[in-house]
């Protein structure tokens, strides 16, 4: 239904002209001129058919059917102010969902680079301790999750394919001479299923070990990596999420050569907001990120020093 509004410009008019009792007043907040205030004002009289203001010698004052509508206008203008406000913040902000490993090891202390370029874009990130790609747009505008492929319905570019090898602490490398050694270790689990094991077993050509049914179990790679860095035992991990731990020697990897993949880390939002400018802001820097993550790793090849 078409609404019978009056002109904005008479309302915002008489608004400020009623707030300061004074059409100069109102003149100088709306930066026009006084004669500019008086014909808006004489224009919504004309408009609603009775008079808003009294005009004495030096003053204004309102009638009866002005100071009715007064309230009405402050409210209804503060209201559209507040929800502009919000709006336009929310345009500015950017909350992601973000697989935990992920966001952990690899996001976290890359995203002051982020900040630093888009001062103006405010990251609200939750790590999901799930793969993170069940999210409600109405609470994420994007994701990180970990996934072999993405449903339809998003929008999604791959950030980085998981590169799975097993890492140790280096006292239990030197026990390490074969793949067939790691039954005799004890073996970490970063998740329950023990996926990741069984993907790295069959790139080495190798059976599921009995060993694999024992070990502590974690809910995700980086309390498994931290177990391992502590020297409980061995775990598989991604190469990009354990390279800081491999450069402290903290962790080394026994077995270089092998690789194993289940999926990939993806950049994902819904259909249509794609373009929105932080995001596309976000996706351009983190996708610039992962390509320099992975041409560093391909030009320095990790020597193990068992």
Same mark, same amino acid.
Request: charged residues 25%; negative net charge.
């Given at each position: 239904?078409?609404?019978?509004?009056?002109?904005?410009?008479?309302?915002?008019?008489?608004?400020?002209?009623?707030?300061?009792?004074?059409?100069? %007043?109102?003149?100088?907040?709306?930066?026009?001129?006084?004669? #500019?205030?008086?014909?808006?004002?004489?224009?919504?009289?004309?408009?609603?058919?009775?008079?808003?203001? @009294?005009?004495?010698?030096?003053?204004?004052?309102?009638?009866?059917?002005?100071?009715?509508?007064?309230?009405?206008?402050?409210?209804?203008?503060?209201?559209?102010?507040?929800?502009?406000?919000?709006?336009?913040?929310?345009?500015?902000?950017? @909350?992601? %969902?973000?697989?935990?490993?992920?966001?952990?090891?690899?996001?976290?202390?890359?995203?002051?680079?982020?900040?630093?370029?888009?001062?103006?874009?405010?990251?609200?990130?939750?790590?999901?301790?799930?793969?993170?790609?069940?999210?409600?747009?109405?609470?994420?505008?994007?994701?990180?999750?970990?996934?072999?492929?993405?449903?339809?319905?998003?929008?999604?570019?791959?950030?980085?394919?998981?590169?799975?090898?097993?890492?140790?602490?280096?006292?239990?490398?030197?026990?390490?001479?074969?793949?067939?050694?790691?039954?005799?270790?004890?073996?970490?689990?970063?998740?329950?299923?023990?996926?990741?094991?069984?993907?790295?077993? #069959?790139?080495?050509?190798?059976?599921?070990?009995?060993?694999?049914?024992?070990?502590?179990?974690?809910?995700?790679?980086?309390?498994?990596?931290?177990?391992?860095?502590?020297?409980?035992?061995?775990?598989?991990?991604?190469?990009?999420?354990?390279?800081?731990?491999?450069?402290?020697?903290?962790?080394?990897?026994?077995?270089?050569?092998?690789?194993?993949?289940?999926?990939?880390?993806?950049?994902?939002?819904?259909?249509?907001?794609?373009?929105?400018?932080?995001?596309?802001?976000?996706?351009?820097?983190?996708?610039?990120? #992962?390509?320099?993550?992975?041409?560093?790793?391909?030009?320095?090849?990790?020597?193990?020093?068992?």
């Amino acid at each position: 239904m078409r609404r019978a509004l009056p002109p904005l410009h008479a309302l915002r008019a008489f608004e400020a002209a009623a707030r300061h009792e004074s059409f100069s %007043k109102a003149a100088d907040e709306l930066c026009v001129t006084q004669g #500019a205030v008086s014909r808006q004002i004489m224009g919504l009289e004309e408009w609603l058919g009775v008079p808003l203001f @009294r005009r004495l010698t030096r003053r204004v004052e309102l009638t009866d059917d002005g100071r009715a509508l007064l309230p009405v206008l402050s409210e209804s203008f503060d209201r559209i102010a507040g929800t502009a406000a919000r709006l336009a913040a929310r345009g500015r902000d950017l @909350r992601i %969902k973000v697989a935990f490993s992920f966001g952990i090891r690899w996001l976290m202390p890359r995203l002051v680079r982020f900040q630093a370029r888009h001062p103006d874009v405010q990251v609200r990130v939750t790590v999901a301790w799930s793969s993170g790609l069940e999210f409600d747009p109405q609470e994420f505008d994007a994701a990180i999750p970990y996934c072999r492929e993405v449903p339809p319905g998003f929008s999604a570019v791959e950030v980085l394919p998981e590169r799975l090898t097993v890492v140790c602490p280096p006292a239990l490398a030197e026990r390490l001479r074969v793949p067939m050694d790691l039954g005799a270790i004890p073996l970490l689990h970063g998740c329950s299923e023990g996926q990741d094991w069984r993907a790295w077993l #069959a790139a080495a050509g190798l059976p599921f070990f009995e060993a694999l049914r024992q070990g502590a179990v974690f809910d995700a790679m980086d309390p498994a990596m931290q177990a391992a860095a502590a020297g409980m035992g061995a775990t598989v991990a991604d190469r990009m999420l354990c390279a800081e731990d491999v450069a402290a020697a903290r962790l080394v990897l026994p077995f270089p050569e092998i690789e194993a993949s289940s999926g990939s880390y993806w950049f994902v939002c819904p259909e249509g907001m794609q373009d929105r400018p932080a995001v596309a802001a976000f996706r351009g820097w983190l996708l610039e990120e #992962a390509r320099g993550e992975m041409a560093q790793q391909s030009a320095a090849a990790v020597v193990s020093p068992v």
